[in-house]
């Protein structure tokens, strides 16, 4: 259903271009949707940095539902990975809260340099993430209003620029981009509905259908008081419905069921009809985990 174009080559060089960096970092920072945890993570990341520390950002925490919330944190936490959710855009703490997890996670590491008589330096962290997962804003909370780019670090092959977040912590300022598992049908359907898929390749309507669906599965008060749509209320009326309700209709009174798509879309999308997870922690099998 969802047909997403990509391009093999250019999804190598991507992948090359991440590996080349990785060995530069000394932990990754993996930025994820919080409305779809599982879905908007990155399948290679898991053999690529596979020893390295991992904190996994659940991002846009504020329109997601807190308690799915707090159960994929204590699922997806590990011995090597620790998981925050913040909402980026307006959480003040959201920089020290991950320096302090980066301090956290690389503290073997830091011992083990001061045990072999090394001064620790600042360690090393790349964003990583699939497109629109928030890397860029992420960047930016931590990198702060003060802080200098600084110079290619000796023993990195590459010329990097760093990003010098704080005395401890180093960030990669090109944020690694890679793709989300397409293979599987509803990875790619939840991925649309978040809008990190292009939306001109999208069936929308179909889209917006499944939304609907995923939405009355678990917030079934939601459809009913936004659009009067209930529990028995048949998939194939739903656009119908939400045009009726938001008053989008064509000039012979017809519903416009286009416009109904992307209204509702959009109302989902940026909050309006509540904190919502579409990708719950009960539902998806234990070795899902990643
Ligand atoms: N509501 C909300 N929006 C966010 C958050 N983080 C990022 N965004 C928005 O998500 C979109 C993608 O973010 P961006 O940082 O550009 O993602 P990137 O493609 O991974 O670099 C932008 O419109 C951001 O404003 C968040 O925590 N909450
Ligand atoms: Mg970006």
Redesign the pocket.
């Known amino acids: 259903m969802v047909n997403i174009q990509w391009y093999p080559g250019h999804m190598e060089k991507a992948r090359r271009d991440m590996q080349d960096s990785l060995k530069a970092v000394d932990m990754i920072i993996e930025?994820r949707d919080?409305r779809i945890p599982l879905a908007s993570a990155n399948p290679m990341l898991d053999q690529m940095a596979k020893d390295k520390p991992r904190l996994i950002v659940l991002?846009?925490?504020?329109?997601a539902d807190p308690d799915e919330t707090e159960k994929w944190i204590k699922r997806l936490s590990g011995d090597n990975a620790m998981v925050l959710a913040?909402?980026?855009?307006?959480?003040k703490s959201a920089r020290k809260q991950v320096i302090d997890a980066a301090g956290k996670l690389t503290e073997a590491r830091r011992n083990r340099m001061i045990a072999r008589g090394i001064r620790p330096r600042a360690m090393r962290a790349m964003?990583c993430?699939?497109?629109?997962?928030?890397?860029?804003?992420?960047?930016?909370r931590i990198a702060g209003k003060n802080t200098a780019k600084t110079a290619d670090k000796p023993g990195v092959t590459r010329s990097l620029t760093w990003i010098h977040a704080d005395k401890t912590l180093d960030l990669l300022d090109t944020?690694g981009?890679l793709w989300p598992k397409f293979d599987d049908q509803k990875t790619g359907q939840y991925l649309a509905v978040t809008?990190a898929i292009n939306e001109d390749i999208l069936n929308l309507k179909e889209i917006a259908v499944f939304a609907a669906d995923t939405v009355r599965s678990h917030y079934p008060q939601t459809l009913k008081d936004e659009y009067g749509i209930e529990e028995d209320t048949p998939s194939e009326k739903y656009l119908e419905m939400i045009a009726q309700k938001r008053r989008l209709l064509k000039e012979n009174g017809i519903p416009d069921e286009e416009r109904a798509a992307v209204v509702f879309l959009h109302e989902l999308r940026?909050?309006a009809l509540g904190r919502i997870t579409l990708e719950r922690c009960d539902e998806e099998a234990e070795d899902l985990q990643q």
């Open positions: 930025v919080a991002s846009k925490a504020d329109l913040l909402d980026m855009q307006h959480d964003a993430g699939i497109p629109n997962s928030g890397k860029s804003t992420l960047i930016n944020p981009v809008g940026r909050g």
